[in-house]
């Protein structure tokens, strides 16, 4: 994308306004079988303005950014906030002021490599898994690129710039098993471009091995006995919950909406084992999956700490949901595209360390249910879940035993919180989640092993 000076258009701004010109970039690579299935890139581009007049907001873009455009979108955005606020006269205060301008570029600073290049990486690893995994009966590669750069000024001062980048590569395996196909998926890579997270295909195959093992280990699996157990959720689906059945019900645009959230700020919503962090950019020293230094709105962005030691303590906010709760804005308004216009999102949502190894949880467990990776999941604003779970290992007097069948899991998890009685103290990040409130954008999942009681599905 190439920068422009938005500030020489702060001039025809009139009231709160932002303006970001915004490029998403993205790639594609899938190989299925040692056949290359797809090869695509595609970029999405353009500019938009949102202006807010007495609690009315006006939008606009274009995916044009020459002058005219520019200057187009930001007299639409603010005439759409004057019709606006002409026919609803919902007659609210100012927005609050908040500002902060900095760079934030996570680009390689390595050579880009060609096309061909990232093809023969893709070759390279399903030729690996070609000939060492004989009993496959479908293998499949892709190589995902995203990089999302912005350019943001806002009428309280902000002027920023970002580029933030994500690369991974999905290997999905496939075996036949006497009930049928039985597959498994790993996603490597994470935060940076191609060049950073991909050096060698044979950094990979480590993680390809432990795939296929499992694989084979969960063809041979059983379901689990369906009913209320003790069950371990590894970081995987600790990170999926932490997400949809806890965060989403925390977004305060959702709070506002009725979420159950709304009544039980200041009360015990987990057990005190519980704190739940949406961190912005860093995490216990390092930089989280999708690091977010500002937001869309032009705000600073900062950790919110939605649950301490059991007891819900804070929303997510953007500018115009903590000038009605009466708080300060947290950083949490993000836009997927430029025709987006931003709204509530979480970033790096986990639940904190405790001080347990994974090792003594198991050990602890006579009958139950180590938990390791999720499929998908969904949870509404009750904080009611339920998430398909696609790996798992039964625990029997203190160890693992058979693989588990696909499978899922359900519950209230305000309520499932409330059993928990044992955290790990290794923590690890899903680099690949996606959430679709509204539009698809990148967040980050994650956290320790958690040991609680939750319902399980059976065949």
């Avoid at 001062?157 to 597959?183: E, K």
């Avoid at 995987?236 to 919950?241: C, E, K, N, P, S």
């Avoid at 979480?346 to 467990?365: C, D, H, K």
Wanted: proline fraction near 3%.
């Amino acid at each position: 994308m190439e920068r422009n000076n938005l500030l020489k258009y702060a001039n025809l701004f009139s009231g709160y306004t932002e303006l970001r010109l915004q490029e998403n970039r993205t790639s594609r690579i899938s190989i299925v079988d040692g056949t290359v299935m797809g090869n695509s890139s595609s970029s999405n581009s353009g500019v938009s303005a949102r202006s807010y007049k007495g609690g009315s907001w006006g939008f606009a873009s274009s995916p044009e950014t020459d002058n005219e455009a520019i200057e187009h979108v930001i007299e639409a955005a603010t005439e759409n906030a004057v019709f606006l606020d002409s026919h609803l006269n919902k007659g609210l205060q100012q927005l609050p002021a908040s500002s902060a301008e900095g760079t934030w570029d996570y680009s390689t600073k390595k050579a880009f490599v060609s096309r061909k290049d990232k093809i023969d990486f893709a070759r390279e690893v399903d030729s690996y898994i070609s000939q060492k995994f004989r009993k496959l009966s479908t293998r499949t590669v892709v190589i995902h690129n995203l990089d999302m750069e912005k350019q943001l000024i806002t009428s309280t001062g902000s002027n920023a710039y970002s580029m933030v980048p994500r690369s991974i590569m999905y290997a999905m395996l496939t075996v036949d098993a006497p009930d049928g196909p039985v597959q498994l998926y790993e996603a490597i890579g994470g935060l940076g471009q191609f060049e950073d997270v991909f050096v060698k295909p044979s950094d990979c195959y480590r993680q390809i091995d432990s795939l296929y093992e499992h694989l084979l280990l969960k063809a041979e699996g059983v379901f689990p006995e369906p009913g209320i157990s003790q069950c371990i959720l590894d970081a995987d689906l600790a990170g999926i919950l932490a997400h949809e059945a806890i965060g989403h019900t925390t977004e305060a645009d959702l709070v506002r909406g009725g979420s159950v959230a709304a009544d039980y700020m200041d009360q015990t919503v987990a057990s005190s084992l519980v704190t739940l962090v949406d961190f912005a950019h860093t995490a216990m020293g390092k930089t989280c999956p999708v690091p977010v230094h500002i937001d869309d709105e032009g705000t600073p962005a900062e950790d919110v700490t939605i649950i301490r030691d059991g007891v819900l303590k804070s929303y997510m906010h953007n500018r115009e949901s903590a000038m009605e709760f009466g708080v300060t804005p947290t950083g949490n308004a993000r836009g997927y595209s430029f025709s987006d216009e931003p709204i509530i999102r979480m970033r790096n949502t986990a639940f904190l360390p405790g001080t347990s190894s994974l090792q003594e949880m198991i050990e602890s467990v006579d009958n139950g249910y180590y938990l390791v990776k999720s499929s998908n999941g969904q949870a509404d604003s009750t904080s009611e879940f339920m998430f398909g779970v696609v790996l798992g290992y039964e625990i029997k007097n203190g160890k693992l035993g058979r693989a588990l069948k696909d499978t899922t899991i359900s519950g209230v998890a305000f309520d499932m919180l409330k059993t928990v009685t044992a955290i790990s103290g290794e923590m690890s990040w899903n680099n690949a989640g996606m959430c679709g409130k509204k539009q698809m954008i990148p967040v980050g999942m994650g956290g320790p092993a958690i040991k609680c009681m939750v319902n399980i599905g059976g065949r």
